[in-house]
Every structure is written in C-alpha cells, then in structure tokens.
C-alpha cells in the first residue's frame, strides 16, 4: 500500500517525531497551519475515521490521551488548541492514514 503515514511509521520517510509507542506516532506536520501544528496517528492503518470498529475504541481512547499529553509538553493546553480530523472528500483529506491534528500556540480563526 502506497501510504506516506504508513513509510513514517516504517521509516522509510523521515519525519520529526514528538512521541512514539509501539501503537501511536506523533509528528510535526510538513507544511504547519498553525506555530504548532503536530500529527497524531495510529501506527496501525485506518483510512478514516469512518473506518473504526469497535476494536479500536481503546487505540483511540490512547490516542486522545497522548493528544492531551503532547499539548502539555508543549505548552499549548492552558492558552488553547485545535484538534481536527478530516474524513472524506468534503472534509478535504489527503492523506488517507486517520491522523488527528493538534494545532495551536497562537489564536486560531474560527472552524468554519
Ligand atoms: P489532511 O488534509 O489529510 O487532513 O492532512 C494531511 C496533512 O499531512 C497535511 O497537513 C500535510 O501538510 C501533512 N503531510 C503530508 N505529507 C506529509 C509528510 O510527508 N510528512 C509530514 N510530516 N506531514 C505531511
Ligand atoms: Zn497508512
């Protein structure tokens, strides 16, 4: 499978990671929206969120968790953050790993 989040979990792509588990990876965004701007993802693949199960409620409970922590350690949880996750064309989704990104360390605009 043809997945850039899957060749950074692999190594294969280089990224600057914040935190990794043997389940989760965080990592700065590319091309950041926001001062801080960091992806949280599974290891394991989901193409979004439309495609969890039941079996992943606690991956995904871990993953918000770590999301808390992360905002934490980077100082960003009393001043404020974002957490989006885009699902389908609408949405705007490109990368068809599930990732949740955690934007913040300035005031953001409004969602919509
Ligand atoms: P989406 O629109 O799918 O929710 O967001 C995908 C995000 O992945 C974008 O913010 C984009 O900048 C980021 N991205 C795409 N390719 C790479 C990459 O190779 N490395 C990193 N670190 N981020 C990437
Ligand atoms: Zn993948």
């Known amino acids: 499978m043809d997945c850039i989040f899957c060749k950074i979990v692999n190594k294969e792509l280089p ?21 801080i701007h960091i992806l949280v993802i599974p290891k ?8 969890l199960s039941q079996s992943d409620s606690e991956l995904i409970g871990r993953l918000f ?12 949880d009393q001043t404020g953050y974002r957490v989006i996750t885009n699902t389908g064309p609408d949405s705007g989704q490109i990368v068809h ?5 955690l934007v913040g360390g300035g005031k953001l605009g409004p969602i919509a």
């Open 15 to 35: 990224a600057k990671i914040v935190f990794e588990d043997d389940d989760l990876l965080a990592f700065y965004d590319l091309a950041p929206k926001a001062k």
């Open 44 to 51: 394991k693949h989901i193409d979004s969120v439309n495609d």
């Open 65 to 76: 968790l770590k999301i808390k922590e992360i905002a934490q350690k980077l100082g960003v």
């Open 97 to 101: 790993h599930l990732h949740f990104h």
